[in-house]
């Protein structure tokens, strides 16, 4: 309590918040389990392996393990049926509730085994509420198959794979557990790995490619044309790597899966960031917020993650009307670094130089 009489002194921290990009990378895995049901959550891969005793789960916490992947675990088990899909759509309906129930946020949805066109549709919506990336596993063996099979799926957040795989163990495998791993892995990095893509890099735990695709590096070739539709691949090129990170985007014009990625992480910073501004005073936190908003596009300027950003009140926007409702509009522009997907070498063979030749001897 402050004195009745002199100088008193009162202190308020104004200063710019520094805010936090959330890099944790939980996997939500879907599946079939002898005994389990509904949500659970793990700490590690291997913490969720000493309770998971079988089915779907089982096999994809092995491919994970196989990878190497570090991040915590976030499980969705169901009973397995014979017939019907009817178990699988509610293990996936489950996660309408998994930051209710476990405090926690799947930043990638796995579903291993569960080829079907009603489930990719299911998968599709509960990632785009959680802002995740998905996989999802075509039935289909080769390029005339996968154009046919992907005509009618639209997404800009799911990696679509469709080849088998062989684990270290030996075990015939689809490939999209280690691709999600690898994406978890290449975000685990660095602070800022999210702004990296798991594409043409190395993979772990594969051992061999069961369902092998035609590559040529640099000539038109079956991966290529595969990654142009939005498949990701996996080829022998100096190991066993992935090639490809497009999107099958007719909905937001993303073209590569990383650059969804960067706008997630913003997106979910900015609401994370905002909430202690709700139902405060606009005369106390409007500047606050467009202070912390400028600091923080700032750092990502300075970590390569975007090139540039304006932030602006724009009047047409910002009436007497809504801002007397308690409405405010902030605009932000800005783009993300792009990654390299082509280098054309242009080599001309020339016949000047001969003369060269003759200096040297001098």
Request: include cysteine.
């Amino acid at each position: 309590m402050p004195s009745k009489y002199g100088i008193n002194v009162e202190f308020k921290n104004s200063s710019i918040k520094d805010t936090k990009i959330d890099t944790s990378t939980p996997i939500a895995i879907i599946g079939d389990e002898p005994e389990l049901r509904g949500l659970r959550v793990y700490n590690s891969v291997d913490e969720a392996l000493e309770e998971i005793k079988g089915g779907t789960l089982k096999q994809a916490l092995l491919d994970l393990q196989a990878s190497s992947c570090k991040c915590q675990i976030i499980i969705s088990a169901f009973e397995k049926q014979e017939e019907g899909i009817t178990n699988a759509l509610q293990g996936i309906k489950a996660l309408e509730k998994v930051e209710q129930e476990l405090a926690l946020k799947p930043k990638f949805i796995l579903m291993p085994e569960y080829n079907d066109t009603s489930i990719y549709g299911a998968l599709k919506q509960i990632a785009t509420r959680l802002r995740a990336v998905y996989a999802i596993e075509l039935n289909a063996k080769n390029e005339t198959e996968v154009k046919k099979e992907i005509e009618n799926i639209i997404t800009h957040r799911a990696i679509i794979t469709f080849q088998k795989v062989q684990r270290m163990d030996k075990t015939t495998r689809p490939a999209s557990a280690f691709i999600i791993a690898l994406y978890a892995n290449v975000m685990n990095s660095s602070e800022y790995g999210f702004a990296q893509t798991y594409s043409n890099r190395q993979i772990d735990g594969v051992d061999n490619i069961i369902d092998s695709v035609e590559y040529f590096y640099g000539e038109d070739c079956e991966a290529d044309r595969l990654r142009a539709m939005g498949v990701t691949c996996i080829v022998q090129d100096l190991g066993i790597r992935a090639w490809g990170r497009g999107t099958r985007d007719e909905e937001l014009g993303l073209s590569s899966l990383h650059s969804v990625i960067i706008f997630d992480r913003i997106i979910e910073t900015i609401l994370k960031s905002q909430k202690e501004a709700i139902d405060k005073s606009m005369s106390d936190y409007l500047k606050k917020v467009q202070d912390d908003l400028d600091a923080f596009y700032r750092k990502l300027v300075a970590n390569k993650v975007l090139i540039d950003f304006k932030i602006s009140l724009d009047e047409d926007l910002n009436t007497n009307e809504s801002l007397a409702e308690g409405i405010v509009y902030i605009t932000q522009k800005t783009q993300e670094v792009p990654l390299i997907s082509k280098i054309t070498n242009r080599i001309y063979r020339v016949s000047e130089y001969t003369t060269q030749l003759i200096k040297e001897l001098k």
